[in-house]
């Protein structure tokens, strides 16, 4: 099933928020963990102008260090304390909308 972009990329940023909040991480790391998450239709290029963004936006820090395994440097990301009150809005966020659409479709 085919999810909209609009509604893809506004659940990317908190998606990709929340995981960088439970520690430092690297795109494909973020890319293998929202697959695992059963995350729908993420790409490889779909990811990178969302930590782009947040990372314009201030909510989270980028690090450049050579890979453990002698390939090439990777950016490995950090949450800030503004990514932190962001991601705690849109949990909030979450919720209320989870909350409101459970309530009209479970009412079938």
Not at 35 to 60: N, T, W
Not at 78 to 90: D, P, R
């Amino acid at each position: 099933m085919s999810v909209s972009n609009q509604m893809m990329k506004g659940l990317l940023d908190g998606a990709i928020l929340g995981l960088i909040a439970k520690g430092e991480t690297y795109g494909y790391e973020i890319l293998e963990k929202l697959h695992a998450h059963q995350f729908p239709e993420i790409s490889d290029g779909s990811i990178y102008p969302v930590l782009l963004r947040l990372s314009k936006k201030g909510y989270v820090e980028t690090t450049v260090r050579k890979s453990d395994n002698g390939g090439p440097k990777r950016k490995y990301y950090t949450i800030t304390e503004s990514g932190k009150v962001e991601l705690a809005a849109f949990q909030e966020k979450w919720k209320y909308l989870n909350s409101g659409m459970n309530n009209l479709f479970g009412s079938e």
